[in-house]
């Protein structure tokens, strides 16, 4: 088992930036690759970047390149995403997730294996 625990999420204006942390504890040398994903109300949970661990190979959805950065802590087997350059539509709960298993496209909800309990992010205009 792998436990997750996000941390840094709170409200912000538009324009203004958050620094996410998802602390992992366990079997954490089970854990291949990190993601991120996030839940709007009313919508289905997103993929918004991942990073593998050995390597540090790094992934981002469209909406959030250039915007956000992953990043990682090998040492203290923490993740981290800073977000600049937040919208309104950036507004979701942030979950942090694990999967065990190596994939060229993390983006699916499906094949993470554990999830933290998420972390409020608002936007306001």
């Known amino acids: 088992q792998v436990q997750l625990v996000e941390s840094g999420g709170g409200l912000v204006q538009a324009g203004g930036s958050l620094r996410l942390s998802c602390a992992a504890s ?9 993601g ?17 661990w050995n390597g540090g ?10 915007r956000f950065t992953i990043s990682k ?3 203290k087997n923490t993740v ?3 977000m600049y350059s937040l919208k309104p ?9 694990s999967r065990i298993h190596y994939s060229e496209s ?20």
Do not use: H
Request: some cysteine.
């Open 57 to 66: 190979r790094t992934w981002y959805a469209d909406s959030v390149k250039g």
């Open 36 to 52: 991120w994903f996030r839940q709007a109300p009313g919508k289905e949970r997103e993929f918004v970047s991942a990073i593998r």
């Open 106 to 125: 993390p983006v699916s909800t499906a094949d993470y294996n554990y999830w933290g309990q998420g972390t409020q992010v608002t936007v306001s205009p």
């Open 26 to 34: 366990g079997r954490t040398f089970s854990s291949n690759i990190m």
């Open 73 to 75: 802590d090998n040492a």
């Open 89 to 97: 539509e950036d507004t979701a709960i942030y979950y942090c997730a």
């Open 80 to 82: 981290f995403l800073q």
